[in-house]
């Protein structure tokens, strides 16, 4: 059976390949008893990516484990630096008594998004491929307030706007899933201001829900996920390159405390500005996007730990989706060809889930689906701004 095309949208180090990882750790954990998923991906050479999807699980349990021995007022920043390389994930839903149902997530570098990358036509090829779109955004650069701009480049608002847009529907049974999903949005959750970040993001890509919002073939959600659980993010602050000696060439990244000075180191560390030899305001190209300059996110932990949340939600959606549209897809087909004989008839056969269709339908009905609640929103509306 074919598989189906899920691509992967959002900015530099938004956390796509952690949406799948703690979403393939939830689904086993949670509902293992009615379907298993698994990770095919064929990693390595042949692949480009070394690092399997459970060890990214792995890699963010125990960072959160050894970052508690700092407690949870130590500052810190996750990994900034650009990906330049697509990943394709190959996941396998198997449920007993049906055939497997593969898909591909497909996570672009978000490098790629700009029109003038050399691999944008290799990007729009995905899109016009793909049935589910599902679009990460770092939350906590869509939750600033000192500059829209920022969220509007981190985030890469526009280029994603512009990318949907083009958007191949060929005919009434041709249906499209779009999730925005909110991630580093653990500081929201904890302070029940949730509703503020799906409020938030609706604005943001305003021009991308007004595009698709009245064709009944575009289906289009908010699903906010906690995809670490034990962190929080604390605030914004401007990067800066410090230099320990004057025969130091790179220097390393950090901020720098606005009331005391200090430099805040990304491992959480601290120095004076009197143990160093120079600190540069201008860090490098890697914070500077279409004239913007990023700040850095900083977070604490919580003392939680590794506690995901609604990460599934994901996978749940997808498959209601998709077995959805099959079965509006097998009606169209069996009114077409009611009239021929029954051995090429559609129900016989075909499809993503063929004959097993009636076995997927009945996963569907049993897994819990959430729809409200936690910034869960259908978005079934135009989005009017205090500008219109």
């Known amino acids: ?99 497997r149902i593969g898909f591909d997530f497909v996570d672009v570098p978000g490098e790629w998004m700009k029109p003038t990358h050399e ?58 899933l779009i999730l925005f999903v909110p991630v580093k949005c653990e500081k929201w959750v904890h302070e029940k201001r949730i509703n503020e970040v799906t409020e938030r993001l609706q604005k943001a890509y305003k021009v991308l829900i007004n595009t698709w919002v009245s064709n009944p073939s575009v289906e289009m959600w908010v699903m906010p996920i906690l995809t670490a659980g034990g962190l929080e993010h604390t605030r914004m602050l401007d990067a800066y390159r410090f230099f320990r000696t004057d025969k130091d060439k790179k220097g390393e990244i950090c901020s720098v405390d606005p009331l005391t000075d200090i430099l805040l180191l990304q491992d959480g560390k601290t120095l004076f500005r009197e143990s160093v030899s120079a600190v540069d305001p201008e860090p490098d190209k890697t914070y500077l996007h279409s004239f913007t300059q990023i700040p850095l996110s900083w977070y604490k932990t919580t003392g939680e730990g590794f506690k995901p949340v609604h990460c599934e939600q994901i996978a749940y959606h997808l498959l209601r989706f998709l077995v959805k549209k099959e079965h509006e897809l097998s009606q169209a087909k069996y009114q077409e060809y009611k009239a021929k004989p029954w051995y090429i008839r559609w129900l016989s056969s075909g499809g993503r889930f063929g004959r097993y269709l ?31």
């Open 1 to 99: 059976m074919p598989n189906t095309k899920i691509i992967m949208l959002g900015g530099r180090r938004t956390g796509k390949s952690t949406i799948l990882s703690t979403l393939i750790h939830s689904l086993n954990d949670k509902v293992s008893h009615l379907v298993k998923i698994s990770d095919n991906t064929p990693y390595g050479a042949s692949s480009g990516m070394d690092v399997p999807l459970h060890e990214k699980r792995i890699e963010i349990d125990n960072y959160l484990r050894n970052r508690q021995k700092f407690g949870n007022n130590s500052q810190f920043i996750v990994d900034m630096s650009p990906n330049l390389g697509e990943g394709i994930y190959n996941l396998e839903a198997s449920v007993q008594g049906a055939a």
């Open 119 to 176: 691999f944008y036509p290799k990007l729009q090829k995905h899109i016009d491929e793909s049935d589910v779109f599902v679009i990460a955004i770092d939350t906590p650069y869509l939750m600033q307030d000192e500059n829209p701009n920022i969220n509007t480049v981190w985030n890469r608002t526009m280029e994603i706007t512009d990318l949907m847009s083009k958007i191949k529907i060929e005919s009434p049974e041709d249906k499209k």
């Open 358 to 388: 009636p076995i997927y339908e009945e996963l569907v009905n049993r897994i819990p689906i959430k729809t409200t609640g936690d910034g869960f929103t259908k978005v079934e509306s135009f989005v009017v701004t205090e500008e219109d």
